[in-house]
Nanobody
Framework: QVQLVESGGGLVQAGDSLRLTCAASRLTTYMAWFRQGPGKEREFVAAISRDDSPWYWDSMRGRVTISRDNAKNTVYLNMYTLKPEDTAVYYC????????????????WGQGTQVTVSA
């Protein structure tokens, strides 16, 4: 198990940018961000591999970048041009193997950080 703590969420306006941070006890092969909006299933947003290869889901493609700092055991999610439909709890997750975008591949999760985007 990996301990994960997210931070950086908050209330922003549509069009704003925000950076989420995930502090990990250690980084794994794949580090990812998921989100869960009100009344919705938790969905994949982005992931990054140990060699810094990123993957993005269509929901935020072009408006988000993921990065990792192996020296600091930290993963970042930079979000741009936020929309009200981006309102969700954003979760950091860690995996050593499996399908990158599948929830079932990740066995360590943070508590989440709330992002609320007002119109």
């Amino acid at each position: 198990q990996v301990q994960l703590v997210e931070s950086g969420g908050g209330l922003v306006q549509a069009g704003d940018s925000l950076r989420l941070t995930c502090a990990a006890s250690r980084l794994t092969t794949y580090m990812a961000w998921f989100r869960q909006g009100p009344g919705k299933e938790r969905e994949f947003v982005a992931a990054i591999s140990r060699d810094d290869s990123p993957w993005y889901w269509d929901s935020m493609r072009g408006r988000v970048t993921i990065s990792r700092d192996n020296a600091k055991n930290t993963v970042y999610l930079n979000m741009y041009t936020l929309k009200p439909e981006d309102t969700a709890v954003y979760y950091c997750a860690a995996s050593e193997y499996g399908s990158i975008s599948a929830r079932s591949s990740y066995n360590s999760w943070g508590q989440g950080t709330q992002v609320t985007v007002s119109a």
